[in-house]
């Protein structure tokens, strides 16, 4: 039983980092939001949610540290480890988001 709980675990982490590569590049904008910029993070948690929050504000924060007035941006990431027991999950995530040079 164990054995079919973490193969549907695995198909719904694919599945959802899957949906987060699919994102679209967004276009320049026409009040000013015209550099892009990207970062990419890992950031951990106990839980999955937590993980991927970790990771999406660390490389969020990477991105604001250059630009100081961004768009709120896309994210992509990538689930690199997750414990067996689910007790620690650690994400990449790259945040991209036109700012203001």
Do not use: E, I, N
Not at 4 to 11: A, E, I, P, S
Not at 30 to 52: F, H, I, K, Q, W
């Amino acid at each position: 039983m164990k054995k079919g709980t973490r193969l549907r675990r695995l198909g719904l982490v694919s599945a959802v980092v899957a949906a987060g590569l699919a994102t679209t590049p967004m276009a320049a904008h026409a009040d000013g939001y015209d550099t892009p910029r990207s970062a990419t993070a890992v950031g951990a948690g106990s839980t999955y949610a937590a993980g991927l929050a970790a990771a999406h504000q660390r490389s969020r924060a990477a991105v604001l540290a250059v630009g100081h007035d961004c768009d709120a941006g896309t994210y992509s990431a990538l689930l690199t480890y997750a414990s067996p027991g689910g007790g620690t999950w650690v994400f990449q995530s790259t945040h991209q988001a036109m700012c203001v040079d």
